[in-house]
């Protein structure tokens, strides 16, 4: 079945870039129906979406995160990724990938911490 | 686009059943009937329970059933189990490509 997996830096400074990638297996991320996207959960708070992206290279971004994120797809590796420019505290969050299908997020990576610290 | 409004915490005994509710907008919830239930054990990562209001995926037990009116989702969960502790997100489709998620709530099986 499919898995996902996030990797990236734990630690990053103030004003950095935040990137992460996730790794798909068990399938297919050109497959048409699906979106993968990014989704974080700040300590002990709900989820928030930061955007997701189709493997043709479309991507919808969360309006207030917009002007810092990116993300982007490798179709040859089976990964997409996530770029948050000028991060601050407020980016410190539990980081999870996630596949959106049928209109709901139904197969998750573990997540991964990032915290923003000098 | 603010988060969906959900109770902070709801609690029930063994056997019983409790109901979360999840309240948003004329702009999500009450338009679209694309609302989504996750269930989060503590440092685990979200699975889906419902989707699209109503269906579940396979594997999820029929003790959980969505339902929705208005701008008002809500999640069921019904003969209330001691591995049911967990919290609850609700998520909405809101338009324009966009998902909005609510706080969370913390269930608690007395």
């Known amino acids: 079945q499919v898995q996902l997996r996030e990797s990236g830096p734990g630690l990053v400074k103030p004003s950095q870039t935040l990137s992460l990638t996730c790794t798909v297996s068990g399938g297919s991320i050109s497959s048409g129906f699906h979106y993968w996207t990014w989704i974080r959960q700040h300590p002990g708070e709900g989820l928030e979406s930061i955007g997701y992206i189709h493997y043709s290279g479309n991507t919808n971004y969360n309006p207030s995160l917009e002007s810092r994120v990116t993300i982007s797809v490798d179709t040859s590796k089976d990964q997409f990724s996530l770029n948050l420019s000028a991060v601050t505290a407020a980016d410190t969050a539990v980081y999870y990938c996630a596949r959106l299908a049928n209109d709901a997020f139904d197969i998750w990576g573990q997540g991964t911490v990032v915290t923003v610290s000098s | 686009q603010s988060a969906l409004t959900q109770p902070a915490s709801v609690s029930g005994s063994p056997g019983q059943s409790i109901t979360i509710s999840c309240t948003g907008t004329?702009?999500?919830?009450?338009?679209?009937?694309?609302v989504s239930w996750y269930q989060q054990h503590p440092g685990k990562a979200p699975k889906l329970m419902i989707y699209e209001v109503t269906k579940r995926p396979s594997g999820v037990s029929n003790r959980f059933s969505g339902s929705k009116s208005g701008n008002t989702a809500s999640l069921t969960i019904s003969g209330l189990q001691t591995e049911d502790e967990a919290d609850y997100h609700c998520c909405s489709y809101a338009g324009s490509g966009t998902w909005v998620f609510g706080g969370g709530t913390k269930l608690t099986v007395l």
């Open positions: 004329s702009s999500d919830v009450g338009t679209y009937n694309v």
